[in-house]
């Protein structure tokens, strides 16, 4: 399967509705096969992120912190935080799913971990208001 056959796959599940408690939510299962792609197309996985992280269902912004964006940051850091800093200040929703996101890989760095840290903060800050 490709990049591309894996977001269409996600995109007609997407935004579904969640799985009932203990059983296996399709949609995540999705996300997370979009999620391989990472390492090779980040480009591809980060705009199929950006478009899921600002739904207004909590449960799939759940699903794209935790699936896509902590491991878009932990591999490609320096590409993708200008990016979400940007959908920070468009997208207050998107902010929120920021905000679900821990730290992985690059993003333990020192200077990225403070990079993290100071987003984090500001994103938080906004949703406050």
């Not at 939510?25 to 391989?36: C, F, M, N, T």
Request: proline fraction near 6%; aromatic fraction near 8%; charge should be negative.
């Amino acid at each position: 399967m490709s990049v591309t056959e894996a977001i269409q796959r996600a995109n007609a599940l997407l935004p579904g509705e969640p799985a009932p408690e203990g059983r296996e939510d399709p949609r995540w299962q999705a996300i997370i096969e979009v999620g391989k792609y990472i390492e090779t197309s980040p480009d591809a996985v980060w705009q199929f992120a950006r478009r899921w992280a600002s739904h207004p269902q909590e449960d799939l912004r759940d699903a794209i912190a935790c699936c896509l964006l902590e491991h878009l940051l932990e591999h490609h850091f320096p590409l993708i935080l200008p990016r979400i800093e940007q959908a920070i200040v468009e997208d207050r929703l998107f902010a929120d799913t920021f905000c679900r996101c821990r730290k992985f890989g690059l993003t333990e760095t020192r200077e990225h971990s403070e990079a993290f840290d100071r987003l984090q903060a500001q994103c938080k800050e906004r949703l406050d208001k």
